[in-house]
């Protein structure tokens, strides 16, 4: 894991962002184009370029920033996972692994680009987000769609970062699994003490009479 790590951070990062935002641009472009005009990179952050004005400077349009780090790091995860499990089919799971990956990957890019949005827009503090950004001219979304965007963030920077891998992993490796669980439900089976019924025979009452 350390070694996906850092394989990731001085190497592979900047090529999967590349990747990342020629798939994920069009997608941006075409589902929310009244609302955004492109996507650019700039250090490792996404810039989202949208048509609406802000308030305090209506000439010029808004880049709001999308950290990108949140979503990348599953795939030194995944990587990981994959090298450290025993088995001949490692280049396999690693191409088939990062292949799935991918599309998942783009959708929680897709949930944190629609809250980003969404908080320039309503401009009120949500769940852990506080609004920094100019207050964009839209109007609001309702407080349950925004409620759910707020949720669709959390779930894209706090759970599925870490879950998508290891349920990759474990559809790859369902073998290997399944041996590790049953030799431990052996192993757990034959610590246990064994416990047998009491041998001292029962002594017969007498009867005094």
């Known amino acids: 894991m350390p070694m996906t790590m850092a394989l990731w951070w001085f190497g592979l990062r900047d090529h999967l962002l590349f990747l990342l935002e020629l798939l994920t641009r069009p997608i941006v472009e075409s589902a929310l184009a009244d609302k955004v005009v492109g996507l650019e990179s700039a250090n490792r952050v996404w810039f989202l ?15 709001i920033p999308i950290s990108t780090n949140r979503f990348t790091i599953s795939y030194a995860l995944l990587w990981g996972l994959i090298l450290a499990t ?9 191409i088939l692994g990062t292949a799935i990956l991918i ?9 944190l680009i629609q809250f980003k949005l969404a908080l320039n827009i309503n401009h009120q503090p949500i769940l852990t987000e506080v609004p920094q950004g100019a207050y964009l001219l839209a109007l609001p979304y309702s407080d349950s769609a925004y409620y759910l965007m707020a949720v669709g963030r959390q779930l894209a920077l706090l759970v599925f970062p870490s879950l998508l891998p290891l349920v990759i992993w ?8 399944r041996i590790v669980l049953f030799e431990g439900l052996l192993t757990r089976n034959s ?6 019924p009491s041998a001292t025979p ?3 009452t007498l009867d005094p009479k």
């Open 49 to 63: 370029r949208t048509s609406l004005s802000p308030i305090d400077n209506p000439v010029n349009l808004l880049g």
């Open 86 to 94: 025993p088995n001949n089919k490692k280049l396999k799971q690693l």
């Open 191 to 196: 610590d246990r003490p064994m416990s047998f």
């Open 170 to 177: 474990g559809l790859l490796n369902r073998p290997f699994i």
């Open 202 to 204: 029962k002594q017969d």
């Open 103 to 111: 599309p998942a990957t783009i959708v929680i890019a897709l949930l």
